[in-house]
């Protein structure tokens, strides 16, 4: 049986991009960093070289300034031909816009660029262990000193816990008084007061997720990023960007599984016929087409309307939403149909499904970002904290 597959979004950069993921052989390292966790600093390194971190930051920053949607179809891209993990690294400037859009002259120098060149490795944390999806009841304390903070608390779900050489960690400032008022710090992470353990995860085991403990640790007040207090405020344009290009990249993810089942079942025979002839495997495949699809126009939607300076958080949060619920029944439909093949590691759906199946949790959970929605339209008022949920710093 011919089996003739529909085309991916095009651009212009698609070319260039394809050659990189060959030469840096990035779906074989997103193999292989599964069964051997470590930070690809070598590929995060050439990364940044070529251009493909930053996508969407200004040119000054060290990015390549090109607009969200089209950022968003080449993530896709990446995250078709290579899984999460290079996708996800693409996106790492963007998850610490608030150094980039918010941090001092020197800190942006020093720092937020040569992540954007991928020489440095900056996390984001945020949650903690008895706060993630309500912010307010975040305990990590900066106490003021003569020339800046003493920091202190434990940070939990850490993406790159191990391996961050800096860290944006949101803490409160005893003296601010609002109750939603968070202060963001930049914070060497291999300094005395720091201790930083790894725990174990289903998926995504390249980003060594983990808690980072704060004993009294000094922080400078030239490493505040911004205002004190104003740190919530400086998230949420992030968190829209974020959220609606993750949505692209579970999506190409699992268009990469869709394509491979697609193939195996038009070629596979059961019972004297292809199994694609069968109609409960072919119409969930085409069912799964369709809903890939329109959450892919969906979440583009939302990219175009963000660049426009429309205020879409309902509908990024959703396209995340969809994307993640719509990723994961796709991927795990490719696991099935390819029978016991599916379920060994041989294939590439059963870790393309425990990666995606940190999309509903990471980033703001799926019952956040309904709740989001939900108070968009029953026009009931948010606060900042209710508005965010979690930024993470990779996922
Ligand atoms: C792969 C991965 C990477 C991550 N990286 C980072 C990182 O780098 N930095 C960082 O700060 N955090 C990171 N996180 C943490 C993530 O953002 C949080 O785990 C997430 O926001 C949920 O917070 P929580 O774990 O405290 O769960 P909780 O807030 O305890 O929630 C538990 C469950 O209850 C649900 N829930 C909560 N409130 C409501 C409600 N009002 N109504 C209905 N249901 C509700 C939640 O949706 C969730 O399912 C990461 C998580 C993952 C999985």
């Known amino acids: 049986m011919t089996v003739e597959l529909p085309p991916l979004p095009d651009d212009p950069l698609a070319a ?34 070529a251009g493909w971190l930053g996508l969407d930051r200004a040119r000054e920053d060290g990015g390549r300034g090109i607009s969200l949607p089209r950022a968003g179809r080449l993530v896709y891209r990446l995250a078709f031909r290579s899984g999460t993990t290079f996708a996800k690294l693409s996106l790492q400037p963007g998850f610490s816009s608030v150094l980039g859009d918010h941090g001092s002259r020197d800190l942006v120098t020093q720092y937020y660029r040569p992540l954007v060149r991928g020489e440095i490795l900056i996390g984001t944390q945020l949650t903690e262990p008895e706060a993630g999806s309500d912010l307010r009841a975040l305990s990590t304390v900066a106490e003021p000193t003569s020339d800046g903070y003493l920091l202190t608390g434990s940070k939990s779900e850490i993406a790159f816990a191990q391996d961050a050489s800096w860290a944006i960690v949101y803490a409160r400032v005893p003296t601010e008084r609002s109750r939603d008022g968070l202060t963001a710090l930049l914070v060497r992470q291999d300094q005395p007061g720091v201790r930083r353990e790894v725990v174990p995860d289903l998926g995504e085991h390249w980003m060594r997720r983990g808690r980072v403990h704060y004993e009294r640790v000094a922080v400078s007040s030239a490493f505040r990023i911004g205002e004190e207090g104003a740190a919530l405020r400086y998230l ?25 089942a697609v193939r195996r079942v038009g070629a596979r025979r059961v019972f ?103 108070r968009r339209i029953w026009r009931r008022p948010a606060r900042d904290s209710d508005r965010t949920g979690p930024a993470d710093s990779s996922r």
């Open 236 to 260: 949420l344009p992030e968190l829209d960007r974020e959220r609606a290009l993750l949505a692209m990249i579970y999506l190409g993810v699992a268009r990469a599984s869709w394509d491979e």
């Open 272 to 374: 004297d016929r292809a199994l694609a002839d069968h109609e409960a495997v072919g119409f969930a495949l085409v069912e799964d087409w369709a809903e890939l699809e329109a959450t892919r126009l969906y979440a583009e939607r939302t990219l175009e309307r963000l660049a426009q300076g429309e205020a879409v958080d309902q509908d990024a949060a959703l396209s995340k939403v969809l994307a993640t619920r719509v990723a994961l029944r796709t991927i795990d439909h490719a696991l099935q149909f390819s029978g016991g093949a599916g379920y060994s590691a041989e294939l590439a759906h059963e870790q393309r499904w425990r990666d995606v199946r940190s999309g509903p949790i990471a980033h703001g959970s799926t019952e956040l970002l309904l709740r989001t929605a939900a």
């Open 16 to 49: 260039e991009l394809d050659s990189f993921v060959d030469e840096h052989r990035l779906a074989q390292r997103y193999r292989e960093l599964d069964r051997a966790p470590e930070f690809p600093r070598s590929e995060f390194l050439a990364m940044g070289r």
